[in-house]
């Protein structure tokens, strides 16, 4: 990151609407002129900006927030960051004051947004059926026709050409692990949300949760060479279909780069949890659908290895779904049975989706 004398003068005149005049500029760590200063401040240095605007004498300091491995490791880590810190450091008494929040564009100009309340999201839009409606009408009325199979078959292939695409960056595969266990959306997360008065999911049982798949995080950290594309929230509700086997996806979540097995973890269990909902278990015609998806997903991924890591991301996705903040509704049986399949899965080396419903019985 540079950008030169100019584009910070002009920066000044706009923010504060008086003529600006720049005096010296120094790095606040090393040493080194103006020039050396804006240039060194690519590498994550702070430089203090000495400056005369209108009759006031100003001395103001640039951060950036340097990419680390301990929050910082992606983009929107560190937009949070600099949020934060405009947001927070005024409310300290003696606190250093933030000035500004300023957004540097592709051309190098500085711009400030230190008026915003908060930040909003526009999207396009597209008309079409959430995939949650299919699996809704198939578990009101069991019967399949032939586009629900083709859907079912074109998620898998839509997942395996996805996660082809691989990234090398073991700081985001930990980071992506450290996330499934202790972020609030993740694993501690859910268990977090459980009320304390319920009897499906007693304490110990959801603590032993978090305790194995903390286990399975430490065994995965050294598989940085699986990171991937992925979607990151690829369920039901997220998938909308305009016609045939056409679809898109909504609301992709947590990073552009994670493990394949979140994204077939998400979508696949659910052909369990509208089946459970009819049937108490995995079956026709949900079972077809399971099989059917998992077939094109594994020929085209050809990643047998996803079969020995997805234990983790399984016990997340079931936790989602039997929680009662996300699903009130859910009978308590279900809750049981998805919570059982989470706490036995994370026992298995290797996940043999044939077995569903063993992994739900009762011992």
């Known amino acids: 990151m540079r950008f030169d004398e100019i584009h910070l003068k002009r920066y000044l005149g706009s923010r504060f609407g008086e003529p600006v005049e720049i005096g010296e500029i120094r790095q606040l760590t090393g040493k080194g002129g103006k020039a050396e200063a804006l240039k060194q401040f690519g590498y994550g240095r702070p430089f203090l900006v000495f400056c005369r605007i209108g009759d006031a004498t100003r001395r103001l300091v640039f951060h950036r927030i340097r990419r680390n491995v301990f929050g ?31 957004i540097r564009t592709r051309g190098g100009e500085l711009k400030s947004v230190r008026d915003a309340e908060e930040m909003l999201l526009v999207t396009d839009y597209r008309d079409g059926r959430l995939y949650a409606d299919d699996l809704i009408r198939i578990r009101d009325n069991p019967t399949l026709d032939p586009l629900d199979l083709l859907r079912a078959e074109r998620l898998g292939a839509y997942l395996a050409e996805i996660h082809r695409k691989k990234h090398n960056d073991p700081s985001i595969w930990r980071r992506r692990l450290r996330d499934l266990v202790g972020h609030g959306e993740g694993i501690m997360g859910l268990t977090d949300s459980y009320p304390a008065d319920q009897t499906y999911a007693p304490p110990d049982y959801l603590r032993s949760i978090e305790e194995t798949a903390n286990r399975w995080r430490w065994r995965l950290k050294p598989l940085s060479q699986r990171l991937s594309q992925v979607h990151g929230d690829f369920h039901p509700f997220n998938i909308i279909f305009e016609e045939s086997d056409r679809f898109w996806v909504l609301d992709r979540s947590r990073g552009e780069w994670g493990e394949p097995a979140d994204d077939v973890s998400c979508l696949v269990i659910n052909y369990l949890f509208f089946s459970l909902q009819r049937f108490g278990r995995l079956e026709h015609p949900f079972v077809d659908l399971h099989d059917l998806f998992w077939g094109s997903y594994l020929a085209a991924a050809s990643d047998e290895g996803l079969l020995e890591v997805i234990q983790p991301w399984f016990a997340w996705r079931a936790l989602v779904l039997s929680s009662p903040v996300w699903y009130p509704d859910l009978a308590p049986e279900a809750r049981v049975k998805l919570l059982r399949f989470a706490r036995r899965v994370m026992d298995l080396k290797r996940y043999d989706v044939s077995k569903v419903n063993r992994y739900m019985e009762a011992r």
Do not use: Y
């Open 72 to 102: 910082r490791e992606r983009e929107e880590d560190r937009v949070a960051a600099v949020w934060l810190d405009f947001r927070t450091f005024g409310r300290l008494p003696r606190h250093v004051p933030a000035a500004d929040m300023v």
